[in-house]
């Protein structure tokens, strides 16, 4: 017979039973269950978040060997896991931003609060090289409204010879992307920028331009779980329909793509909506075999023939 929802965390003392990292990772998972938590950002269950929030805060790799999950939990460690778990039930923030730690393209980022988790399917796009869009060999590309700066970095992982530009509006944001480009020492090639989308890049014509913007339309934004709450709203809000963002980056970027470059852009829940209000316009949808939709990849060539369409809809 399965336990009764318990909205009240449990006190500190009655947890004295608790000794093994096993132990702590099986109550932190039932209790984010009982405590009604989203599994949204890089976790899809309470096991697999509770197993990497309870060894990060141990400071141990996230993938363990379960040799050492029955280690003995010290007295001072007990009472940094009961803090850290319940504020994961009781106030609904993410894993990620109580570590200030997400992992993307097989790395670990700094993330706060003052940029999105990272969770884009676009790593995968990154993995392949684009391909079959990106037919060359790339010397400039453009992480666009980067947040932490992960897309860019991944970028550069996967394209050590092409120098990257990443640029975000919240100067918030831009602080942790320069803090993750230099903690991975990679000043030699990305440069990072602030600014209202392009306003404040060089004068450059970019192989491929990627952009995860904000997308997310009134009603979605409103029937979020709490969990997302805790993310700026900033990265997530674009308008009545989630195009706000997008619409600009449509009519900008053939001004900064190369001929024969692309533009990469996740919208999200808002693809339906974005398909409907371009018809005529010919659209890539990737399909991802690690879960993700709604990322759209579109040549130079098809937002200049589109230009004055795009112009119009605002």
Known sequence: MPLPTQPVFPDYELLEPLQTITDWIRFAASQMERSGCFYGHGFTDPLNEAQFLVLRALQLDWDTPGLFFQAIVLSNEKRVLFEIIKQRCVEKIPSAYLLEEAWFFNEPFKVNSSVLIPRSPIAELIEARFEPWLGVEPQHMLDLCTGSGCIGIAM?????????????????????????????????????????????????????????????????????????????????????????????????????????????????????????????VTFHWPEFSLGGHGVFVISAEELKKHHQTFISSL
């Open 156 to 280: 550069a992982r996967a394209f050590p010879d092409c120098h990257i530009d990443i640029s975000d509006l919240s100067s918030d944001a831009v602080e942790i992307a320069i803090e993750n480009v230099n903690s991975k020492d990679l000043g030699f090639q990305i440069d990072v920028y602030q600014g209202d989308l392009f306003e404040s890049l060089p004068d450059t014509r970019y192989d491929l331009i990627v952009s995860n913007p904000p997308y997310v339309d009134e009603e979605d934004i409103n029937d979020m779980p709490e969990e997302f709450l805790h993310e700026p709203r900033l990265g997530l809000a674009a308008g009545d329909d989630g195009l706000d963002i997008v619409r600009q980056i449509l009519i900008s970027a053939p001004r900064y793509l190369t001929d024969e470059g692309w533009l990469v852009c996740e919208v999200g829940n808002s693809a339906v909506t974005l398909m409907d209000a371009f018809p005529n």
